[in-house]
């Protein structure tokens, strides 16, 4: 039987839970109540699990993962297994004393999400008063107590004219790394998506201030920039291929390829309180069903880039086409390109559909 080698990383949900409630969250619809979260000992198994498959990072995300009180255990089994330990927070949630229980627990690294660099516009995205001043308190403690910081910026129609803005933020702050990333459309974002479409002309402007402030900070500042798909003409090697490199596991425990996976129809969605992990990796029919070239469609199984892209983003092509077999219709040689063009010249009227837990009108953190 083929043997796949192991995943690189794991996203680690713990909890779907958040204060925050931005509209291109790439949560699923369907959010996971607190009732159905995995216990700590079921995350414990899960680490140990990961690190025995050759897992060499585990990023703890959400939700806002500092709503559960366990994490600092959590990140000290994981650092405790030699495993790479970031947090992927919203930051509001920091304290001296949470940050302080991370630290001492061997956490690694920290990726601080911003809404944006004015506190009107953040605001408007996270729906959370005083959200901005949180996380710039955050990040002060962060590089106070010398843990590394990576700033996220998520780009959309309503705050790509200050990139420039957002990249001197991240230097002021100490940040290491800052991450430049429009929307991606998946979730809540795809479900938003026309009112968070920027522009080709944002889209260049944004590029032109990445490109310069490259050049103003040099090495003292690694920017990341991740362009829109659907300005694009070919396709991303989404998640660095099906299968190849990462799992997410859920806060109720199901082990997905990618964030979206949960949108693909007829398929059994495999959970580790009932299959290990590894067994879930090697031999699920979710992590081999678009894994490797053999199910590509043509015009992908002919192209000489089908081991660079690996066919694009599986999810994307069932959000646009309908089949999540089909090509990916960002690549030119879709016969259903049209589809994105349509979608990045779509109009853009209406208001935002924030991200909340169905029937509760509200964000639940504790
Ligand atoms: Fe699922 Fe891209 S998000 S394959």
Avoid at 13 to 34: F, G, I, K, V
Avoid at 221 to 231: E, K, R
Avoid at 244 to 258: A, I, M, W, Y
């Amino acid at each position: 039987m083929t043997r796949f080698p192991p995943p690189m990383s794991l996203l680690a949900e713990l909890t779907h839970r958040c204060p925050l409630a931005c509209p291109y969250c790439s949560n699923p619809l369907s959010l996971d109540r607190r009732q159905s979260e995995l216990e700590t000992q079921d995350w414990v198994r899960i680490l140990e699990e990961a690190a025995a498959l050759g897992v060499l990072q585990v990023h703890f995300s959400g939700g806002e993962p500092m709503a559960r009180a366990d994490l600092p255990a959590l990140v000290h089994h994981a650092s405790s297994l030699n495993l790479y330990t970031n947090l992927i927070t919203s930051g509001v949630l920091i304290t001296q004393a949470t940050l302080a229980a991370l630290d001492e627990a061997g956490l690694d690294h920290i990726q601080l999400s911003f809404q944006d660099v004015t506190e009107t516009g953040a605001e408007r995205i996270g729906g959370l008063r005083g959200a901005q001043e949180r996380k710039l308190a955050a990040a002060r403690l962060i590089r106070a107590r010398g843990l590394p910081l990576t700033l996220n910026f998520v780009i959309h129609r309503e705050n790509a004219d200050r990139v420039a803005q957002m990249l001197d933020l991240a230097h002021e702050l100490g940040a290491g790394r800052v991450e430049i990333a429009h929307t991606q459309y998946y979730g809540w974002g795809l479900k938003n998506r026309d009112l968070l479409m920027p522009s080709a002309a944002q889209l260049d402007a944004a590029t032109d201030a990445v490109v310069k402030a490259r050049a103003r900070f040099g090495n003292s500042l690694a920017i990341d920039y991740v362009t829109p798909d659907y300005h694009a003409d070919q396709p991303k090697p989404c998640m660095g291929g099906w299968g190849q490199r990462f799992l997410n596991v859920t806060p109720s425990g199901k082990v997905l390829p990618c964030h979206a996976a949960e949108t693909i129809p007829d398929v059994t969605f495999p959970n580790v309180m009932e299959h290990a992990l590894g067994e879930i990796w090697q031999d699920s029919a979710l992590f081999n069903l678009f894994r490797g070239t053999a199910w590509m469609p043509e015009p992908c199984q002919s192209c000489a880039l089908k081991e660079i892209d690996w066919g694009g983003c599986r999810c994307q092509a069932l959000a646009l086409t309908g089949d999540a077999r089909a090509t990916d219709p960002v690549c030119a040689r879709s016969d259903r390109h049209e589809v994105v063009v349509a979608a990045a010249e779509a109009g853009h009227d209406g208001d935002f559909a924030y991200r909340r837990f169905t029937g509760t009108g509200r964000n639940e953190t504790g």
